[in-house]
C-alpha cells in the first residue's frame, strides 16, 4: 500500500476530525522580563507598546520590529501572533526564521526528526544557548535513552514548549548584566501570558482539529485551550491554559551504524587478492525503520493580584509531558563477517573504499569466515528495539512579587522550583543473526544518496534467524531528572543625574541538580533456551511496501519484523534484568552546581543614544559523582563487585570557580529611523553534564579508554557585536551586523595521558601495576567564531509582504577542528500574504553542513538542509475562523556524513520523515 498523499488529500482527511472550538489572540504581550531594559524615552515607548492589541501578521511585524528598535541591547523579538500565524508547532519551529537562529532535531545520534527540538544561536551549538521562560530556567528531559545517559547536553528540549503558551520570545544576541549567566552565545526568553494583560474581564480561546501525517498515513488530534479572568478593577486574574496534541511519526532510513572496516594484508581475502589489503568497506549497512506515537499533553496556571497600586504578586505553574512511545528496527548488511575473508566477485574501488561489490552464495562448508564456516556464518544481523513508556517532561512553579516603593526605586522578587525528567522505562530487545551464507552485495552512491544492497535468503519471514549470532540488550528502568530551585532578587533605582537615567542590581542563588541513579543493563538469560530458533514466534509484520521510495537506494523488499508485543514477550521469557548482577554502574551519574551571582547594571541615555555597562559575578560550587572500572585520583570507593559489567569504583571530584562577566551595550540614532549598535561582553557555559560525568571505561590489553572529564573548566567567551539598522518603513527593516566570539576552554574530545591500574597485569603479578593509558575524554582547548547577519523585512503595498534573511559563520578551534554546530551559510525567505478575510504564509529556510557531533568512535556531520512551510488562515466571522498548517512540505531528506581517517568523507545516514498537515478551526470570545 502506498503512504504517499497529496496535498488536497491530507486536507480533506485532516478536515474529517475537525469538530468546534474557542480561539483568540486578545492577549497583550506585557512589558516586563528580561527583554525590557529601556533608558528614557525608549523605555517609555516599549511600555506603550505593550498595549497594543495584536490581531495579524502585519500587527504582529511592526510590533517586534518596534521592540527590536527600542532595545538597548541587540535582540529579536517574536510576538504571538508571529507564534500562531507562522507554520510553526513549537518555539524552536518559529525561532529558526530569525537571523542568526539555528534549529536541529535531534539532541544525540538519535538522527534528525521532522519537529525542531534545540535551538542555537550564530553558528554553535545548543549547548551554549541559555533557555529562560519569564526569565529563569526551565529544567528539561530528553525521551531518547542516549540523549539522557551518553550525550547529555545543557540544551532545553523545545518539544515540550507548545507554541500555544507563548505571549513574546526575546532572542538576546547582546549580553547583559541582569541575565542569567549560561549562554555563551546567547539567550533565549520565553515570556507567557499574564492575567491582568488581557484586554477584557473574560477571554476563552481553544482549537480543535487534527494533523495527518503521509508516511503513517493517519490523522491524530490537536487541542488547545485557554480561560482567563480579571475582576472589573483590574487588581485579581485567572488564566488557566491546556494543551493536548497527539501525532504519528515514521521515518524511513539507511544507516551505517558499524561505520567503515579495512581488510588487513593478513585477512584471507587479501591473502588471496592484495589488491584488497587496506581497503575500506561498509560495515552494519542498515535499512532502519522508526515508528513512534507522540502524545504531548500540559498546561498553565497562573494567579495575578495586586493589592494595592504599589505591589504586585504572580503565581505561575507550568507542566508539559510528551509520551514517546517507540521501535526502531535496523536490518543490517553485516560485512565485517565475510569481506575480510571472502574474494568478491567483482568489485570497484574508489578513494580507497570497496564502493561497489558482489559477493556469491557460498556452498562449500570447507571455506571459512572467521572461525566458522561461511556457510554458517551470519551475513546479516537484525536489531530490533522497542521502548514503551519512552517520556520527557518539564514544569515549574514560580512566585513573582514587584513592589514600587517610591517614583524612583522599585524591588522585584522570585522564588521557585523546577523540575525536567526524561525515562526509559523498557527496551525490549533482540539482535539476531540472518542471512547464513546467502550472498550479499553493495553499491554506494555517494554522499547524497543512499547505497544499494542485497542479502540473501528470505528477508520477509523470521524462517532464517539464527539467535546465536545475536543477543539481548537494553538498558531498563532509567529515569534521568533535571531539577532547580532558586531564589533571587532585583532592584531598579531611577537616578536620572545627567546621562545616568537609572542603577539595576540583583542577586540570585540556584541549586541544580542532574542524575541518573538507575540502569539494568539486561542480557540474555542463560538459564533458557534463548539461542533456539524454533522458541521465536512465527507471526510477524513487514516494512512498507513503498520504504524506499522517497529514501532512495535499493535494498530487501518487505522486511519482516515482530511486533512490539511479541518482543515484549521473548524479552519476559529469556532476557535477564536482574537489577544486582545486570546493574550497569557506568550509565550512573549525578552533577550538582550552587550557584550565587549578583550584578550591578547602569543605565544611561543622552540626545540621540543610550546604553548600558554592567558586571555580574558568578560562584559555581560543583560536585560531581561518576563511576570508572579502575581507581583514579578521585576515587571514594570501592572496587564494587556483582556487577555483570565488571566491578568499579565510584569516583567525586569537587570544584569550586567564580567569574565575573562584564557586559556594555552602545545604541546611537543617527536618525529617527538609522540605529547603530556597538556590543561587547563576557558570557559563560557550564561543560555538558554528560562531558563532567561520563564513566571512564578502559582496555587493559591496548592501554586505551573513553570518558568523561570532570576537571573541565566552563567555556567563556568575550563577544563584540556591531550592527546598522534601518527602520524605513513602519513594518519595513534593513539591518546588518557582525559578530565575534573568542571562546576560552570550548569543550573538544582529545587524547590525554593518565595513569590508571592495569588489572590484567595486577591480577597476573598479584600486585598493584599502574600503566600510562591514552584516554579520549572531553579536554578544553581555545576557539573563535565570526560572522555577519543580514535582515530584511519589506511591506508591500497594503496586503503583502516578504523578509529574508542570511548568516554568515566560521569557526574553529584552536586544534584546526570544527566547532559542533557551525553552519556556514544559515538564509530564510517567506512571503506573505493578509486581507480582512484570508492570509498566507510560505517559508523556506535552509542550513548548510555541520559538525554534529560523535557516535561512538565516528565524527559525524549533517550536510546542508532546506525546509519548506505553508501557513493559510481563514476569518469566517469575528469569533471563529482557520488555520492550515503544512510543515516539511519539499519532504527534505537528512543526511549524515563521516570523516574517516585516510578514506575522507563517507556516507552515514539518510532520513526521511515526510511531510504533516494540520487543520485547526479557532473560536474566540
Keep these: 500500500m502506498s503512504h504517499r498523499k497529496t496535498l488536497l488529500a491530507a486536507s480533506i482527511v485532516a478536515g474529517l476530525c475537525l469538530s468546534g472550538a474557542i480561539y483568540a489572540q486578545d492577549a497583550q504581550t506585557g ?17 506603550e507598546l505593550g498595549t497594543v492589541v495584536v490581531t495579524g501578521i502585519r500587527d504582529t511585524e511592526a510590533e517586534s520590529i518596534e521592540f527590536k528598535k527600542y532595545a538597548d541591547s541587540h535582540v529579536d523579538v517574536i510576538t504571538a501572533e508571529d507564534v500562531g500565524k507562522l507554520p510553526a508547532k513549537n518555539v524552536a519551529d518559529t525561532l529558526q526564521r530569525l537571523p542568526g537562529v539555528n534549529i536541529s532535531s535531534s539532541s544525540a545520534s538519535e538522527g534528525g526528526f521532522d519537529e525542531a527540538d534545540r535551538v542555537s544561536l550564530r553558528g554553535t551549538n545548543p549547548s551554549m544557548t541559555q533557555t529562560l521562560v519569564n526569565g529563569h530556567t526551565v529544567g528539561t528531559g530528553d525521551w531518547f535513552v542516549l ?35 549560561g549562554g555563551s552565545a546567547g539567550s533565549v526568553d520565553i515570556i507567557t501570558r499574564k492575567p491582568l494583560e488581557f484586554a477584557k474581564p473574560l477571554t476563552a480561546e481553544a482549537s480543535i482539529g487534527g494533523v495527518y501525517s503521509d508516511l503513517p498515513s493517519n490523522t491524530k488530534p490537536q487541542f488547545s485551550g485557554l480561560f482567563n479572568w480579571k475582576n472589573s478593577d483590574n487588581t485579581f486574574g485567572v488564566m488557566l491554559q491546556g494543551f493536548y496534541e497527539k501525532r504519528s511519526l515514521q521515518r524511513n532510513g539507511q544507516e551505517v551504524v558499524g561505520g567503515y572496516g579495512k581488510i588487513a594484508a593478513t585477512d584471507p581475502a587479501a591473502v588471496a587478492d592484495p589488491k584488497l589489503a587496506g581497503l575500506a568497506y561498509p560495515n552494519l549497512l542498515g535499512a532502519t525503520l522508526f515508528t513512534q506515537e507522540r502524545e504531548r499533553k500540559g498546561g498553565v496556571i497562573d494567579l495575578e493580584f495586586k493589592p494595592s497600586d504599589t505591589v504586585t504578586l504572580n503565581l505561575s505553574g507550568f507542566y508539559s509531558k510528551l ?37 556469491p552464495k557460498v556452498t562449500d562448508p570447507s571455506v571459512m569466515c572467521g572461525g566458522a564456516p561461511c556457510t554458517n556464518t551470519s551475513w546479516g544481523v537484525y ?25 524612583s526605586l522599585t524591588f522585584k522578587g522570585q522564588v521557585g522550583t523546577t523540575k525536567g525528567k526524561g525515562s526509559s522505562p523498557t527496551q525490549d530487545v533482540l539482535e539476531l543473526g540472518t542471512g547464513g551464507g546467502g550472498g550479499a552485495s553493495w553499491a554506494m552512491n555517494g554522499l547524497d544518496h543512499p547505497a544499494s544492497w542485497s542479502l540473501g535468503g528470505d528477508n520477509s519471514t523470521p524462517s532464517g534467524i539464527r539467535p546465536q549470532d545475536g543477543w539481548i540488550f537494553g538498558d531498563q528502568a532509567i529515569e534521568v531528572t533535571d531539577k532547580e530551585n532558586w531564589i533571587g532578587g532585583d532592584g531598579e533605582w531611577a537616578v536620572d543625574r545627567g546621562v545616568l537615567s537609572s542603577l539595576e542590581f540583583g542577586a540570585r542563588y540556584s541549586d541544580h541538580t542532574r542524575q541518573n541513579k538507575t540502569d539494568i543493563g539486561q542480557g540474555p538469560n542463560f538459564a533458557t ?40 514477550q521473548i524479552d519476559g521469557q529469556f532476557a535477564n534484568r536482574d537489577a544486582v548482577t545486570r546493574f550497569n554502574w557506568q550509565n550512573i551519574y549525578k552533577v550538582k552546581e550552587k550557584v550565587t551571582a549578583a550584578y550591578l547594571q547602569a543605565n544611561f541615555s543622552g540626545e540621540r543614544w543610550s546604553g548600558n555597562l554592567g558586571g555580574r559575578w558568578v560562584r559555581t560550587e560543583e560536585n560531581i559523582n561518576y563511576n570508572t572500572s579502575n581507581p583514579e585520583q578521585y576515587t571514594v570507593a570501592g572496587p564494587i563487585t556483582g556487577s555483570a559489567f565488571g566491578n568499579y569504583y565510584k569516583s567525586k571530584y569537587d570544584h569550586t570557580y567564580s567569574k565575573f562577566l562584564p557586559s556594555a551595550n552602545f545604541k546611537y540614532s543617527f536618525t529617527d529611523d538609522l540605529i547603530g549598535r556597538l556590543a561587547a561582553s563576557q558570557t559563560m557555559t557550564r561543560p555538558d553534564y554528560s562531558a563532567l560525568a561520563g564513566s571512564v571505561s578502559l582496555d587493559d590489553l591496548t592501554h586505551t579508554g573513553s570518558g568523561g572529564n570532570p576537571q573541565l573548566k566552563p567555556i567563556v567567551s568575550t563577544n563584540f557585536d556591531a550592527s546598522l539598522e534601518w527602520y524605513f518603513a513602519p513594518r519595513g527593516l534593513l539591518s546588518a551586523g557582525a559578530y565575534y566570539m573568542d571562546l576560552k576552554d570550548y569543550v573538544n574530545f582529545g587524547p590525554v595521558s593518565r595513569t590508571y591500574k592495569d588489572q590484567n597485569a595486577s591480577n597476573n603479578s598479584g600486585q598493584d ?104 488562515g481563514y476569518k469566517i466571522n469575528d469569533w471563529a475562523s482557520l488555520s492550515f498548517d503544512a510543515m516539511n512540505l519539499n519532504n527534505p531528506k537528512i543526511k549524515y556524513y563521516t570523516n574517516v581517517e585516510g578514506i575522507g568523507n563517507q556516507p552515514y545516514a539518510f532520513y526521511v520523515n515526510g511531510r504533516q498537515y494540520y487543520l485547526n478551526l479557532r473560536l474566540k470570545y
Excluded: C
Design 31 to 47: 512589558t516586563t522580563g528580561t527583554a525590557q531594559t529601556k533608558a528614557g524615552a525608549d523605555k517609555n515607548k516599549a511600555k
Design 147 to 181: 540523549s539522557q545517559v551518553q550525550t547529555v547536553g545543557r540544551s532545553v528540549s523545545y518539544s515540550l514548549l507548545p507554541s500555544e503558551i507563548v505571549s513574546q520570545v526575546v532572542v538576546h544576541k547582546s549580553s547583559e548584566a541582569k541575565i542569567v549567566e
Design 323 to 359: 509520551e514517546a512511545d517507540n521501535y526502531n528496527r535496523n536490518y543490517m548488511l553485516w560485512s565485517s563477517h565475510f569481506a575480510p575473508y571472502l574474494v568478491p566477485s567483482s568489485y570497484s574501488v574508489k578513494n580507497g573504499v570497496i564502493t561497489n561489490a558482489v559477493y
Design 383 to 407: 536489531d530490533q528495539i522497542s521502548r514503551p513508556g519512552a517520556a520527557s517532561q518539564s514544569r515549574y512553579v514560580t512566585l513573582d512579587g514587584e513592589w514600587r516603593a517610591s517614583q
Design 529 to 568: 533456551d534463548w539461542q533456539n530458533p524454533a522458541n521465536y514466534p512465527t507471526g510477524h509484520a513487514n516494512y512498507p511496501s513503498d520504504f524506499t521510495s522517497d529514501l532512495g537506494g535499493s535494498v530487501p523488499g518487505n522486511i519482516w519484523y515482530y511486533t512490539p508485543g511479541q518482543l515484549a
Design 769 to 872: 601495576v599502574f600503566n600510562t593509558y591514552l584516554v579520549s575524554v572531553p579536554v578544553n582547548v581555545d576557539g573563535h567564531i565570526s560572522g555577519i547577519e543580514l535582515a530584511y523585512t519589506q511591506p508591500i503595498g497594503d496586503n503583502f509582504g516578504v523578509a529574508a534573511n542570511y548568516t554568515y559563520a566560521d569557526g574553529s578551534t584552536s586544534t584546526g577542528k570544527p566547532l559542533q554546530g557551525t553552519s556556514e551559510n544559515t538564509y530564510n525567505v517567506s512571503g506573505y500574504f493578509e486581507n480582512e478575510r484570508f492570509n498566507a504564509r510560505l517559508s523556506y529556510t535552509y542550513r548548510s553542513s555541520f559538525f554534529a557531533g560523535v557516535s561512538r568512535t565516528d565524527t559525524y556531520f549533517q550536510s546542508g538542509l532546506g525546509n519548506l512551510a505553508l501557513s493559510l
